[in-house]
């Protein structure tokens, strides 16, 4: 493969830098078994109060408030409840909603800072980032998952914290993955134009979305990652390590 000319490389997360079944077999459960226990300890907390009033905001209301007084009950155990309710609902249905994405990142904040989670990289990831970044390409991370989630995700990993290889972090908050507009406002605030920045995705739609607003982009193709459809024509590889790029 001829060395892609970049100067910013965004990676995606889930089914690119890590297993799809990583995600779905141990990040997702343990919000599921741990969401009533948060909501009742941390609850009052402004962050947690936060990610719950983007959830309502989500679901159609201007806050939490208005959200659970249109249910007839009103007591503090109910609202847990219905939240934590709530949460499992989206979570059932693979919701990438603002609100909740909050929520799943501060309950693994509470998972990773006390041990219990450490998360997965595949075996070529570490290696390509210390590469990348020797020779002065600028990463960053575009994924549904929350900023904060995120800054979790690589500072505990079992190669230690590489949080310091990122320099930009973005989410749902600027935009939809597959709409090309997101990747715009991603090269503005990179400070790259779009043709500098590469981005690695599993999911042909965001590639596609990458590539209409003008970034190069190029699948990865993990185990346990839905195929690609027949209509990609695109570049693709299986491991970070078949990757060429020089910085231009």
């Excluded at 739609?205 to 195929?227: F, I, M």
Aim: glycine share 6%; hydrophobic share 40%.
């Amino acid at each position: 493969m001829n060395a892609l000319s970049v100067r910013a490389i965004l990676l995606d997360i889930e089914g690119t830098t890590s297993s799809i079944a990583f995600v779905y077999d141990v990040m997702f459960p343990y919000v599921r078994q741990h969401v009533r226990s948060f909501l009742e300890c941390e609850g009052s907390r402004s962050d947690v109060q936060a990610a719950i009033d983007q959830m309502a905001v989500d679901a159609g209301f201007e806050n939490a408030r208005t959200w659970q007084s249109e249910r007839l009950q009103s007591s503090e155990s109910w609202k847990l409840d219905f939240v934590a309710e709530h949460v499992n609902s989206l979570m059932n249905g693979d919701s990438k909603s603002t609100g909740l994405k909050a929520l799943q990142g501060l309950i693994w904040q509470a998972g990773f800072e006390s041990g219990e989670l450490k998360s997965h990289l595949f075996p070529d990831v570490v290696p390509a980032i210390e590469s990348w970044h020797r020779q002065g390409i600028a990463i960053g991370i575009y994924s549904s998952g929350s900023i904060v989630a995120q800054k979790l995700f690589f500072g505990h990993t079992p190669q230690g914290d590489l949080t310091r290889f990122f320099i930009r972090h973005y989410d749902t908050t600027i935009g939809p993955k597959r709409e090309s507009a997101s990747y715009t406002r991603i090269a503005a605030d990179f400070g790259f134009e779009p043709s500098e920045i590469l981005f690695l995705s599993d999911i042909a739609a965001e590639l596609e979305a990458a590539v209409a607003s003008g970034l190069q982009a190029t699948a990865v193709v993990r185990p346990g990652n839905a195929e690609l459809p027949e209509s990609y024509r695109s570049s693709r590889i299986n491991s970070f390590s078949e990757l060429a790029v020089a910085i231009r």
